[in-house]
């Protein structure tokens, strides 16, 4: 029987409705064939609309790219991006000078505060096989004392995000990956300094859950304040607390019920995203999002005079070297990478 933890169901498209402070999410999941050696597909690009290709023709996108996939050089203010590689790679440039390579469970959270410029590019390193591509890219919104926070860009890299696993009584398991936020006693590794997710009070959780077929977990309460959904993106069906959910449909959530979820007879994927909601008007154009029409059309005089720090690479669609792996390149000449 259904117990009343479920508000609504929705459904998915390519853009994910999200609840505040949460401003969206979208699913990339790209079927990319093997490179050509210059970090691009290695088959004809004819037919494609390039530099606006959404469209999905023979299981991939170039989304903006014209000779690599991806988004080139790109302005954001006001605003916050979450970018989670499940599968593949992504290289990233900013006006700041910093840089990275990314995926296979990495995550790059870059508050854009102030303002900054980066592109995303998505480098088909293998030239012998196929490139797949998967990524959540999920937007969270500051609140306007922070808006103008000075930009900050971290990596969280998969070696160090918690993975949680839990047996249900038929030795069925639920996987747990902790991108944000807290569960038990186990807490995901701290986000930029200025973000929402920052401040524990907030109740941010980002999670990626995965269950066995059959499997049953329960999702814990959180306060009453918060909003909190699951986006059931992978599987053949799920049971929330009584009703059957068929895929790709997201389930906005009571927050202070303990949640039970029960898995159909295939692997399934959730992505949960909480938070407690900034209690301000949002105002959205394209990459800007601030509190008024006002700040919105300040924010073009402002990029339009500085291009927030301008644009340091060589090109718009700044990707790395072919025979690089994983790293970042931090503003202050500091390079990281993961395991050394």
Same mark, same amino acid.
């Given at each position: ?7 609504? #169901? $929705?459904?998915? !498209? ?28 290695? *088959? ?11 469209? *999905?023709?023979?299981? %991939? ?6 000779? #690599? ?14 970018? #989670?590689?499940?599968? !593949?790679?992504?290289?990233? &440039? ?10 296979? /469970? ?19 390193? @293998?030239?012998?096989?196929? @490139? ?30 918690? +993975? ?6 038929? @030795? ?6 902790? *991108? ?5 006693? *186990? ?18 959780? #980002? %999670?990626? =859950? ?6 049953? %977990? ?18 053949? /069906? =799920? ?9 790709? $449909? ?24 909480? !938070? ?14 601030? @509190? ?5 059309? +300040? ?11 301008? %644009? ?6 700044? &990707? ?21």
């Amino acid at each position: 029987m259904a117990d009343g933890s479920i508000i609504r #169901i $929705k459904e998915l !498209g390519f853009q994910w409705n999200t609840n505040n402070p949460f401003l969206f999410c979208i699913h990339h999941k790209d079927a990319y064939p093997r490179g050509n050696g210059k970090l691009g597909p290695g *088959v004809s690009l004819e037919g494609r609309r390039l530099g606006n290709d959404f469209t *999905v023709k023979e299981g %991939w996108r170039m989304y903006h790219g014209r000779e #690599i996939p991806g988004f080139p050089q790109h302005p954001h203010r006001g605003f916050e991006t979450v970018t #989670i590689v499940l599968e !593949g790679m992504v290289d990233h &440039a900013d006006s700041l000078g910093a840089a990275g390579r990314y995926g296979h /469970g990495d995550v790059q959270w870059m508050t854009a505060g102030a303002g900054i410029q980066h592109c995303e590019m998505f480098p088909l390193l @293998n030239v012998d096989r196929d @490139n797949p591509l998967e990524l959540f890219q999920i937007w969270l919104n500051l609140p306007k004392k922070d808006k103008f926070v000075e930009p900050y860009y971290k990596m969280l890299w998969n070696e160090d995000i918690p +993975q949680l696993k839990f047996k249900d009584n038929s @030795n069925k398991f639920t996987r747990v990956t902790l *991108v944000a936020g807290s569960l038990g006693d *186990v807490k995901a590794p701290p986000p930029t300094p200025d973000s929402w997710a920052a401040k524990p009070e907030n109740e941010v959780a #980002i %999670w990626l =859950i995965r269950m066995e077929a059959g499997a049953r %977990w329960k999702l814990p309460p959180a306060s009453e304040e918060v909003l909190r959904s699951l986006y059931f993106h992978k599987g053949s /069906g =799920i049971r929330i607390s009584g009703t059957e959910v068929p895929p790709y $449909k997201a389930i906005d959530l009571h927050p202070g019920r303990m949640v039970p979820i029960e898995n159909g007879p295939d692997e399934s994927h959730i992505l949960f995203l909480q !938070g407690r909601p900034i209690d301000e008007r949002v105002v959205q154009y394209g990459p800007f999002v601030m @509190n008024s029409e006002a700040e919105i059309q +300040q924010t073009f005089e402002d990029y339009r005079r500085t291009e927030f720090g301008g %644009w340091p690479w060589p090109r718009p669609d700044q &990707a790395h070297d072919p025979g690089r792996g994983r790293f970042a390149l931090y503003t202050d000449g500091k390079e990281e990478i993961p395991g050394a």
